[in-house]
């Protein structure tokens, strides 16, 4: 049976602090969770009751094993998911400052495994046959994933629906300029694209919301999403629909995985055939809650509580309060 | 004024599981410490009440600042600690296995900061005027580190007492085959070797501690300290002095830590001018209770909490009963 939805990028440990709004250097202890933005989607998309699975490396350690076990938790399929000798599994620590900063340090040398995605390790037959395909804008910044990657969506040639994450990281990248030449490939071969405006400006050279989304639909989807932060979504389709949804209100703990969040509900309502509006209300609600939380894979919300946070109009966490909400 | 110990070598950060008996997977949070052994054996003697600084690197980040007020905190000299841009302070993950197994998962690629450590940068005369100078194998694992730390020990030439701690660590070295060469230099110039049978063996090509002893003082040293483990530790010095001290019965946590707590302590003897016997049973005492405890630097006993120890003729905490102790 096909899969709902196949990822194909990054993984990694977090290790997030337990003490919010101090330092790094203030924090005593640490959380640890399943992350990367590829897996973080699958388990969204899992937790709302579609059948995933993630294409990804790890190293050949405890913390591998350990990734293998919460993919496996959160019912996403790991049977694609390999280890690479000599290179460590990833991890990723955080400082949260709520409400809007969380600066990312990432263990990623001298290599991600994730990068090490080779094209010859693709099941390819899989990836066609999946309902929707998501691969990120990191999985490009080095080889062989970039080949992996454009293979796999040249071999997917916008049957189904093919999401490209614009995910801009210009810290994985060690020469940023190769960057827009891959994007643009990338994307003649995707049906959506997703991004925050830093990430449309990288793929497109522009900025501005309603600009950046047309440059995307000219430069080959059929859908593009603007993730504004507090000023909420802008998302357009080739068939000239245009919605544009606020942020919810939500008391923001930390930021980070709720545009994963945002991407795995995406797919839902795409995969449910939802309008335009519902598909993108329920992925900005998806995202608030996630940023209500500490965690990113964990963190992601059943469509109960989603239901819950549309019901409400606003997501109330633990964190301190702040109107709107925190998606990037 | 002169210091009473000045360390040279390897600091990072020690993530060490808040679970133990448990397989890193099933790890769900984990502490935040101060570690490496040149900084801990530092922190170790200041514990103890002796004047201490440590010259070694961090990252240019949230991690290096933290490992400045740690070790203020813990009143060693941190002014000879510098960042370098570029490189990540280092993060090191356990898993804790007692009584006896406690693998390592380090975090420094693509390179640690402390292998950084240069010639031009040190302030030779404050090194030549300490009155103990403590180096490590690892310094020697790869360049500029290397000629820093044969320059000093050169520099001081045996005046005062000069400890070489072979810390063997293979994983450091991408060339092992390079060490034999690198560690007969270093101890052409030190007066005191310390390293366990793995260690000594490196260093001279015997194994078994009497013979390994006796080739280190060959070597040139005045004083050759290895650690058995479980059958205690062996100290034999040019004058022809020689003894044994059996491992002090403990309750291990977590072993890692307790050959700085013993190299911290044996400087302590070394300065107060003790004799050999009483000298390495301090060490001995100190490394079980380091042993008895999870942490390593944070851990580091009081001349009370030592004295008390030997007074007790064992050290019992809070970990799994296992005599004898854990010293490696």
């Known amino acids: 049976m096909a899969y709902d939805l196949i990822t194909l990028g990054r993984i990694g440990v977090d290790l997030y602090p337990l003490q919010t709004g101090v330092p790094l250097p203030q924090v005593t202890s640490f959380g640890k969770f399943l992350g990367g933005s590829a897996a973080n989607v699958a388990v969204a998309a899992a937790r709302l009751g579609r059948r995933t699975a993630v294409i990804t490396r790890t190293g050949d350690d405890p913390f591998g094993t350990y990734l293998h076990e919460a993919l496996r938790g959160f019912g996403v399929d790991d049977r ?3 280890p690479v000798p000599g290179l460590p599994t ?3 620590f955080c400082e949260v400052f709520p409400p809007d900063d969380f ?3 990432f263990y990623r040398q001298p290599k991600a495994p994730d990068l090490e995605i080779d094209a010859d390790g693709l099941d390819l037959d899989a990836i066609a046959a999946a309902r929707v395909f998501w691969v990120t804008g990191t999985g490009l910044s080095e080889e062989p994933s970039r080949t992996a ?3 796999a969506l040249a071999h997917r040639d916008r049957s189904g629906t093919t999401v490209f994450d614009l995910d ?5 990248w060690r020469d940023p300029d190769a960057a827009r030449p891959c994007y643009a490939e990338a994307l003649r071969h995707a049906t959506v694209a997703v991004g925050n405006v830093d990430e449309v400006e990288i793929a497109t050279g522009v900025r501005e919301p309603h600009a950046a989304a047309a440059a995307l639909l000219d430069a080959g989807v059929s859908l593009a999403v603007v993730k504004q932060g507090p000023e909420g979504v802008l998302a357009v389709s080739r068939t000239g629909e245009s919605v544009e949804v606020p942020a919810l209100p939500a008391d923001v703990l930390n930021g980070l995985g709720a545009g994963d969040a945002f991407g ?6 795409l995969l449910a055939g939802w309008g335009l509006e519902r598909t993108v209300r329920h992925a900005n609600a998806a995202g608030a809650i996630v940023a209500s939380r500490l965690e990113c894979s964990s963190a992601m919300p059943t469509e109960a509580e989603v239901e819950a946070a549309l019901g409400a109009g606003a997501v109330r966490g633990t964190g301190p309060a702040h109107p709107p909400g925190a998606l990037r």
Chains 1, 2 share one sequence.
């Open 103 to 105: 600066p990312l340090y």
């Open 149 to 151: 990657t454009l293979a």
């Open 80 to 82: 694609w998911v390999t």
């Open 168 to 172: 801009w990281r210009p810290m994985f």
């Open 264 to 269: 795995g509900s995406l797919c839902h309502g």
């Open 90 to 92: 990833p991890v990723t």
